[in-house]
């Protein structure tokens, strides 16, 4: 149990918070705990690819500026028909005229729909933190997680985290069986291919370094969700050091608003091979 007077004085994650936890309960449950200290000069580059998401922007927009880590917001409007762009642009207003030194927000609108992979190329792009994560605007991932998902790169362990839906120890909203299963004969199929032994390779939760991004982003084509399988070849060719770890995930329904259907799961089949064969 974290000390209430603790929690007071810092937020959590800073150096000092961690100082006096570590002194509090000791350096080993700490660690058990995954409680640990990310720098005070560490940003974290939230990509946020946007479609039709009147209903759960605000929120989703709400609860990433609530994690206690300073963060770039990159969100990218896909040339939405609802009032999207309306929220995003209101948002932008309100970070000029009442700017967050926590939570910086960059919009970028495309003025036809590319998809979700163009979208993550345009956000990464423009994305300058030291870390940068792929996020959602559904809500059907959990952005209170981010702290958990950096651990090992801000240890230094890793170059790259995926969030795993399927790993367990997190809830999980039961849906449909047969996108259950092609999820993973897609990851199996990726696996063989790649050999990496992931558990949940078309995860949103994709967490990079800047550095290790820095090579693959400009190469990156796809602009439908065939980003997925794209992005987990050219890690894999270039030999980064990838952990997995396990998230929570509220998944929807077609009737609230998912988006990827039959014809992404086969051009996330050509995409396995294309990516394996070449660069």
């Known amino acids: ?45 939230v990509v946020i690819p946007v479609y039709n998401e009147e209903r759960t922007l605000q929120v989703l927009i709400d609860r990433v500026r609530a994690v206690p880590i300073r963060k770039q917001l990159v969100l990218v409007e896909d040339c939405s028909k609802d009032n999207t762009r309306d929220i995003l642009k209101r948002l932008e207003q309100e970070n000029v005229d009442h700017p967050d030194p926590m939570n910086s927000i960059i919009v970028a609108y495309h003025e036809v729909n590319k998809g979700k992979g163009a979208a993550v190329r345009t956000g990464f792009s423009k994305a300058t933190g030291d870390a940068i994560v792929i996020q959602d605007a559904d809500l059907e991932y959990d952005p209170e997680e981010y ?39 897609l990851t199996m199929l990726s696996n063989g291919f790649t050999n990496l032994n992931l558990t949940d390779m078309e995860t949103c939760y994709k967490l990079f370094t800047k550095k290790a991004l820095s090579d693959i982003w400009p190469t ?60």
């Open 1 to 45: 149990m974290i000390p209430e007077d603790t929690e007071a004085k810092e937020l959590p994650y800073s150096e000092k918070w961690y100082e006096d936890l570590k002194q509090t309960l000791g350096e080993a449950p700490c660690r058990q705990l995954g409680l640990y200290a990310i720098p005070d000069s560490f940003v974290l580059s």
């Open 147 to 185: 702290p958990r998902l950096l651990h090992p790169i801000i240890d230094g362990s890793a170059d790259v985290v995926y969030g795993s839906r399927f790993l367990g120890g997190q809830e999980h909203r039961v849906l449909y069986f047969w996108h259950s299963i092609g999820n993973k004969v």
């Open 220 to 279: 990156l084509k796809q602009n439908r969700f065939g980003i997925e399988p794209e992005l987990t070849a050219k890690i894999a060719r270039r030999r980064l050091r990838v952990f997995e770890m396990s998230i929570s995930y509220h998944g929807r329904t077609y009737q609230e608003g998912k988006h990827i259907g039959m014809l992404d799961g086969f051009q996330a089949l050509w995409c396995i091979v294309r990516y394996w064969w070449k660069d």
